[in-house]
């Protein structure tokens, strides 16, 4: 168990609003990963974080913010949510040893 | 650019036959490599990873992979499936000091038969 943490697990929401996912972690890791996850894509990459204040985008990052203003918190925004965006969110950590990621439980988001 | 490919989406093996889910990458670096599965409903775990050491790599729940250089392949083998093995699988690869990022592949549902 990697102590992390994905809030809310369940959002639905309606198209245009904006929606922010939080993920938290316990054991000061300085990086930090936001992915999502769909059938025939596997995970890909939104942005991730290599410290505080310190983000850059990854595969998929349109119509994506992040911030992280400090170690433990890592914020996904979706400014203003379209269909598209409906998937599974997860946060991951990276580990000491060899780019080895751990996963948080993920977020489902449906945005209708 | 790296890039994983899975062979087969779904994959169907009865209880105690062997398991075989297939990964290549293309890189032009040795990269590290990483099975992960997910059970359903589930957060993505860890099963073993490569990184340069040992070429036959074992992981947990009796899985293992060999790294093949010269076919860009790292599959993922069980001897003998059980009905607990049902789930989805990734393989993902990760070069060295490029931030860590994993690139995943697209999946492979692994269904076991009684």
């Known amino acids: 168990d990697a102590g992390i943490t994905q809030s809310p697990r369940h959002k639905v929401t309606e198209t245009g609003t904006p929606v922010t996912l939080r993920c938290h972690q316990t054991?000061?890791?300085?990086?930090m990963y936001w992915y999502r996850q769909d059938p025939g894509h596997g995970l890909r990459l939104i942005h991730y974080s290599y410290g505080v204040k310190d983000t850059d985008k990854g595969e998929v990052s349109d119509g994506y913010s992040v911030s992280r203003s400090k170690t433990e918190d890592f914020l996904l925004t979706l400014e203003s949510a379209t269909s598209s965006q409906t998937s599974v969110y997860f946060c991951?950590?990276?580990?000491?040893?060899?780019?080895?990621?751990?996963f948080g439980p993920g977020t489902r988001l449906t945005v209708l | 650019a790296q890039s994983v490919t899975q062979l087969g989406s779904h994959v169907s093996v009865s209880e105690g036959a062997l398991v075989l889910l297939r990964c290549n990458y293309s890189?032009?670096?040795?990269?590290?490599l990483f099975w992960y599965v997910q059970y359903p409903n589930q957060g993505l775990q860890l099963l073993l990873k490569?990184?340069?050491?040992?070429?036959l790599v074992k992981g947990i729940n009796g899985f293992e992979a060999e790294f093949k250089k010269s076919e860009t392949s790292f599959h993922l083998t069980k001897p003998s499936a059980h009905m607990s093995d049902a789930a989805e699988y990734f393989c993902a690869v990760s070069l060295y000091n490029q931030g860590g990022k994993l690139i995943f592949g697209q999946g492979t549902e692994l269904s076991v038969k009684p």
């Open positions: 991951a950590i990276k580990g000491v040893a060899a780019n080895e990621q751990f």
């Open positions: 054991e000061n890791h300085r990086y």
């Open positions: 890189s032009s670096v040795p990269p590290y």
């Open positions: 490569y990184t340069s050491a040992a070429t």
